[in-house]
């Protein structure tokens, strides 16, 4: 792919469901995402995109699951199989340490938090689309958990909605190595314009201070 530039005033770095359940020792789903995670520096990755954005002016704008409530999904005619798992294992519930955001990834004053999504997407019957459009994004680059789930139905309903949509794939984990190579080798190439990685990132991000 040709060189990625990003306008800090249009560009916006979509942070998907940064909780403790699976970022977080302890977590609900850490085990889970827990050995790719790790082999991709994930943690590091994910602070070094969230600060470079700050610095330079990229808006960072927070993309939160459904934090579970007790009754969610029970009376729906048809919960997909991951609101199914979130009905037994009660991820991302809300009120408890599981369901807040890790704490090096807490929203700063001005940032943007959207409306929680119930599946995958976070556009799918949130307020993101306009809260975006509301701050002149065109760009957008989508980093957190999971990359074959939240991170590829985002992406491909940005697409859909003609925002430019650049993957990250060693700032996103996900079970099975497997999954990530789907979600980055052959799904991602359908509807991404860039899949680049963390350091190919920070390169093309603005300089610090460049933002309007």
């Known amino acids: 792919m040709a060189a990625e530039t990003y306008d800090p005033r249009r560009t916006a770095v979509l942070l998907v469901d940064p909780y403790n359940d699976f970022l977080s020792e ?5 085990p889970v995402v827990q050995g790719v995670a790790e082999k991709v520096g ?6 070094a995109v969230v600060g470079a954005a700050r610095q330079c002016g990229v808006r960072v704008v927070f993309v939160p699951h459904r934090r579970w409530e007790p009754g969610d999904y029970e ?17 991302f519930a809300r009120d408890t340490w599981g369901g807040e955001f890790h704490p090096d990834f807490q929203p700063r004053p001005g940032e943007v938090v959207a409306h929680e ?9 949130t307020d ?4 975006l459009r509301q701050h002149g994004i065109t760009h957008v680059i989508l980093i957190g958990l999971l990359a074959n789930t939240c991170i590829e139905s985002t992406g491909r309903f940005a697409m859909e909605l003609g925002y430019h949509v650049t993957l990250v794939r060693d700032a996103t984990a996900a079970a099975k190595p497997e999954m990530m190579r789907s979600a980055h080798e ?4 359908t509807f991404a314009h860039a899949i680049l ?9 603005p300089e610090e201070g460049s933002g309007a």
């Open 26 to 30: 302890g977590g609900k789903v850490w």
């Open 186 to 189: 052959l799904n991602g190439p």
């Open 42 to 47: 994930l943690l590091d990755n994910l602070r």
């Open 197 to 205: 990685t963390t350091s190919e990132l920070l390169t093309a991000l």
């Open 117 to 125: 999504h119930w599946a995958q997407s976070g556009f799918a019957n």
């Open 128 to 131: 993101l689309n306009m809260r």
């Open 75 to 91: 009376s729906w005619t048809h919960p997909n199989p991951t609101q199914r798992n979130i009905m037994v294992r009660h991820s």
